[in-house]
C-alpha cells in the first residue's frame, strides 16, 4: 500500500489562483498534502486561493515554488506527464497509458504532473516525464479542467492510500449465515416457496456484500429466533 506521502502533486505554470485552491482541496479529500508549483504566472497563494482551498489552506502554505520542473521532481522515483490529447505526444514516442493502468506503473516517489490551464504540458516538460497518462472523456469535449483533472486521478489512486473502512465479511462466514437462514425458513410452517425465500436472502447478501460485524449481528439474530421457535 503506498503512503500519501509518496505522491507529489506538481503544477506546471498555473494561471488562476481559484484552481490552485480547488486542486488544494481535493488532494486533502483524497488524502494527499505534497504540491509542487512550478513558475507560476503570478503569485499563486492569494486570498481568492485560499478561498477556494476551504478547509485545505494548510495544503496551500505547504506548498512549494519552483523554478524549474526538474527541480520540482528530482527526489521523485516515477514521474507521470497527464494530458486530455495522447495523440498529440505520438511524435516524440512518449508512452500514453490510459489511467486504469496508472497504479501498477508506479514505484518509489511518485510525481504526477499537470499543465498550464491554456496549453497543458508543452514538449519539453513531456520529455521530463517517465510516461503520460490520459483521462478518457467524451472525444467532443475532451480536455477536463485541471482541478478536474487532479481530483480524477488522485481519486483513481487514493484506494492504494486508504484502507477501506469496512472489511467485507470472508465467503465461508457468509455461508453459514445462509444455512442458519435456510433452515430457519425450513421449520417455518407459513413460508411457502422456502427454496426461494433462502435464494433471495443470498442473493441480497451477495449485493449487499456485509461486513463481519453485520454477519455477526444477524447471526445473533437468527439465533434469537431459533430459540423463540423451540419454545413450548
Known sequence: ???????????VRPIYSSNVGLICRA?????????????????????????????SNEVL?????????DAAVSACQTVVGTTGVPTRFHRQLKQCVL??????????????????????????????????VFVPTNPAHAVLNVSH?????LHALSDMVWKPISDVAPLGTRRVLEQKFAALIAGADRVKDKKKVALSFRKLLSKAQPTSDDVRTLMAGLAGLEKRGKRP
Open 1 to 11: 500500500m503506498m503512503n500519501a506521502s509518496e505522491v507529489r502533486v506538481v503544477l
Open 27 to 55: 488532494m486533502k479529500n483524497f488524502g494527499f498534502t505534497d504540491l509542487a508549483i512550478v513558475t507560476p504566472r503570478r503569485n499563486i497563494k492569494t486570498k481568492t486561493a485560499y478561498m477556494y482551498a476551504k478547509h
Open 61 to 69: 502554505q505547504r506548498a512549494q515554488v519552483f523554478r524549474s520542473l
Open 99 to 132: 489511467l486504469s493502468g496508472l497504479k501498477s506503473r508506479l514505484a518509489g516517489n511518485v510525481a504526477i504532473v499537470f499543465g498550464s490551464e491554456g496549453s497543458g504540458l508543452n514538449e519539453s516538460e513531456t520529455n521530463a516525464c517517465d510516461f503520460m
Open 149 to 153: 483533472a487532479v481530483a480524477v486521478v
